[in-house]
């Protein structure tokens, strides 16, 4: 049985229920599970429990599986058990294009990537934003702390700074130690010219460090893949 991993879906993502999806029902997702096999999957309020203990044991990578762990586990939504369609009457095994693959597979590696990194907690979600290819530094400013990162996810600092950019810091700072992390991490939005434009997202509190800053670079990461083309370089 593998280790789940649960945090609040980001507001940035467009994901369904993949236990409602199993049925052709369209239900938007409220909870990201990961598990250490590497897999994840996005549910609602109603099935979190269940997809939890379903991603539990999962271990495939199309449907089949899938439906069957369900049914073992519980109801439909509809009160009957989900249909598993036999093996030799399948036309063709398909991967679930429910979330983001990309993203999920990267979880949990940003979750390990962060726990390993330090000694600050600006390193360790310099970590988790490295995992996702996102280039971050930490920066300091009259007494204030931040990661920033180039909204073109630039690899020059330099050039992070001059166009539109992203800071996310807890609190006003980003250089504590672990235990004195005490606030969620936000991340902002600001301009080529150095304007503030908007507060992008918060990350889940009460998660542990660690998983905190894995759920921030999934956050930003796909906030830059649904939007970083509205906010060209100058």
């Not at 199309?62 to 439906?67: A, N, S, T, W």
């Not at 992203?166 to 504590?176: I, K, P, Q, T, W």
């Not at 509190?205 to 921030?216: F, K, R, T, Y």
Request: net charge negative; aromatic share 6%.
């Amino acid at each position: 049985m593998f280790t789940t991993y649960q945090a609040e879906a980001p507001s940035v993502l467009r994901m369904r229920c993949v236990r409602h999806a199993l049925e052709g029902h369209d239900v938007a997702a409220e909870f990201l599970i990961s598990a250490s096999s590497g897999h994840g999957m996005a549910a609602c309020g109603e099935h979190r429990e269940v997809t939890t203990r379903v991603l539990a044991d999962f271990t495939g990578t199309d449907d089949v599986e899938l439906q069957a762990l369900f049914a073992l586990t519980g109801l439909s939504c509809t009160g009957e058990p989900l249909m598993v369609v036999a093996e030799p009457d399948r036309p063709e095994r398909r991967a679930l294009p429910l979330v983001p693959a990309r993203l999920l597979e990267l979880h949990g590696r940003a979750r390990e990537a962060a726990r390993e990194a330090g000694p600050r907690d600006g390193d360790k979600l310099i970590a988790a934003l490295a995992v996702y290819g996102v280039p971050s530094w930490l920066h300091e400013d009259c007494g204030v702390s931040y990661v920033i990162a180039g909204v073109d996810r630039t690899r020059d600092e330099g050039l992070a700074h001059t166009g539109p950019k992203v800071f996310l810091y807890s609190g006003e700072n980003a250089d504590l130690a672990p235990a004195d992390h005490t606030e969620p991490w936000a991340c902002a939005l600001y301009g080529g010219d150095g304007e503030f434009v908007d507060i992008l997202f918060t990350a889940q509190a009460g998660m542990g460090l660690d998983a905190e800053c894995a759920h921030a670079a999934l956050c930003l990461t796909a906030w830059l893949d649904e939007h970083a083309d509205r906010h060209p370089r100058a």
